[in-house]
Each structure stands twice: as structure tokens, then as C-alpha cells.
């Protein structure tokens, strides 16, 4: 009777903590979106899974509450890190509403933010922010709002889901936004699909943002008034006396 919730990184085997494999190999059941079960598929072929499609996550929270009272060991599995936009906080509200408490083990992964910092240099080295644009659970007067505080503070942004294919104009918004508080020459790094085969990552500016060819499997890094980029990293300087 046990419900391990799991970060997986980006789904490569090398970017999984033991302690997510391991947990894997533990479960009888193996829960989650399709397209992150596929994932798995590719690197542990022969456990047990079960798919869902997207916006099905309180269904699949559901269904691993009651296998786990069933008597099963579930592993309930996101991309990155399972308490960052991951499955760990609407599990604990839906075993709390069902007036069950399974045991319940939260699995830390390497989330997008810290995996597409690695690719660009050193980005987040100092204060940083992470927003995701996606406004099926958060007004999108309330990104924009934060959008804005964060420019403000002179914090690094990263944004996750920047771009879809009915949410076209909100990444363009989002850096007008930011220039009225950061310059337009503000680095930018972008980074597809990270620590994945087809990984892609490139440079741009904060006035050049709104035209890259940015999707959903990106996410987006904007610099604070400090970062810079050389030798083809960005940085972000921490304040050490060099």
C-alpha cells in the first residue's frame, strides 16, 4: 500500500536519480501521461505500465490512491521533478479528499529549469524565477502580473510552456513585459526538448524573443541586467570578487 511519485527527468536512463530507478523497479504498477509512459517504455521495457492522456492527472491520481489501498506498490511518474508542475501536490490533495492516507514517498528529479541551465552555461546562478505560461490553471492576468514583478526585482526568468499552438501571442506579450524594466539586448537562451536525442539550443535577445521559433518543448531563460553571454555560454555572475 504505497504510492511512490516520481520525477524522471527528461526521461533519459543518465538523467534519473537511483533513487527514481530504483522505485521503478519496485512498483507493480506504473502510472502516468502517455507520452512520459512512452518515454519510459524506451528505457524499461519490461514493467508494468498504465497511460493516460493529457488533463486526465486527477483521474490517474485517483486510480493510484486505489490501487494502493488495494494492496499495490504505484509508481505515479512526471517529466522533471515531481513537485515542480509535476504530480506530487494534486496526488496529496486527492488522497486528502478521498479520507485515505496511502503511504507516500515524493521522488525529486532533475527538473527543466536546472537541465536547460546546464546547456546554456550558468544562467541561474544568482536569484532566479520560474513561470509557466500555460494558463489552463492560472489567470492569464496573474502570469502577466507576475511576469511583470519579476522583471522588476531583476530576477532571471525562466518560463516554461512559452508557446502553443492557440497561446501564440502570450511569449511576445510576456517579453514586452519584461523590457519595460530590462533592456532589449537582455540575453536569451533557449533550449528544445533538453536532455533529449533531439536536443537544440540556441541564443537570442529579449527584443528578438517574440520571433524565435519557440513551442512547447522549450524552455525560455531571461537574463537578469548582469547575465551575459561568452564563448557561447550565458552566465549570470553570482557578485564573487574575481
Not at 526521461?11 to 521503478?24: H, R, V, Y
Not at 507520452?35 to 493516460?52: G, R, V
Not at 500555460?134 to 502580473?145: A, G, K, V
Not at 492557440?166 to 539586448?185: F, G
Request: glycine share 6%.
Amino acid at each position: 500500500m504505497k504510492i511512490f511519485v516520481i520525477g524522471f527527468g527528461s526521461g533519459d536512463q543518465k538523467f534519473m536519480t537511483q533513487q527514481a530507478i530504483s522505485a521503478l523497479h519496485q512498483a507493480d504498477l506504473i502510472i502516468g501521461y502517455t507520452t512520459y509512459i512512452n518515454l519510459l517504455k524506451e528505457q524499461f521495457p519490461d514493467l508494468c505500465y498504465h497511460a493516460s492522456p493529457m488533463r486526465s492527472e486527477t483521474d490517474r491520481c485517483r486510480m493510484a490512491v486505489q490501487e494502493a489501498m488495494n494492496g499495490k506498490c504505484i509508481a505515479l511518474v512526471s517529466s522533471g521533478d515531481s513537485g515542480i508542475y509535476g504530480m506530487a501536490g494534486i496526488l496529496l490533495e486527492i488522497a486528502d479528499q478521498m479520507q485515505v492516507n496511502p503511504e507516500i514517498e515524493i521522488i525529486p528529479g532533475i527538473t527543466a529549469a536546472s537541465l536547460a541551465a546546464s546547456v546554456l552555461g550558468a544562467p541561474l546562478m544568482h536569484d532566479f524565477a520560474v513561470i509557466s505560461l500555460s494558463d489552463l490553471m492560472t489567470p492569464l492576468d496573474l502570469i502577466y502580473h507576475r511576469v511583470s514583478c519579476a522583471a522588476q526585482a531583476d530576477f532571471v526568468i525562466c518560463l516554461y510552456n512559452p508557446r502553443s499552438h492557440t497561446r501564440t501571442a502570450y511569449l511576445a506579450k510576456a517579453a514586452e513585459l519584461i523590457m519595460k524594466y530590462q533592456s532589449a539586448e537582455t540575453p536569451v537562451g533557449i533550449v528544445r526538448n533538453a536532455g533529449r536525442a533531439d536536443q537544440k539550443a540556441w541564443f537570442s535577445t529579449l527584443g528578438k524573443l517574440a520571433a524565435e521559433p519557440v513551442d512547447m518543448f522549450c524552455i525560455v531563460l531571461i537574463g537578469n541586467s548582469q547575465s551575459y553571454i561568452k564563448h557561447q555560454r550565458m552566465i549570470t555572475p553570482r557578485g564573487y570578487m574575481l
